[in-house]
């Protein structure tokens, strides 16, 4: 986008000699993600390739919908794996 008129009036910075335009995130209503276990009080354990990406994603919206395979009482999970 840079130098068309997507560009104009945005800010502009140069990294490694190249510029780039500036843009806020786009921040989604909703997150949608899967784990393998949670509490009642919204704590979430990811195991395998899901670890890769989706506690990113959990961050990423303002409200975050889980599907797990288990739900336990507070204290039960690890707190090393949240």
């Known amino acids: 986008g840079y130098g ?6 945005k800010d ?3 990294f490694n000699g190249r510029p780039y335009i ?3 995130s786009i921040t989604g209503e909703f997150a949608i993600v899967k784990a393998w276990k949670a ?7 990811f195991r ?3 670890m ?12 975050t919908v889980a599907e797990v395979e ?6 039960e999970l ?3 794996q949240i």
């Open 39 to 45: 509490d009642r009080f919204g704590n979430l354990v």
């Open 52 to 63: 890769n990406f989706n506690p990113l994603a959990a961050t990423a919206g303002k409200i």
């Open 4 to 9: 068309t008129p997507v560009a104009e009036g």
């Open 12 to 14: 502009v910075k140069e």
């Open 78 to 80: 690890e707190p090393s």
């Open 22 to 24: 500036l843009e806020e």
């Open 48 to 50: 395998h390739t899901a």
């Open 70 to 75: 288990e739900i336990v009482e507070p204290g």
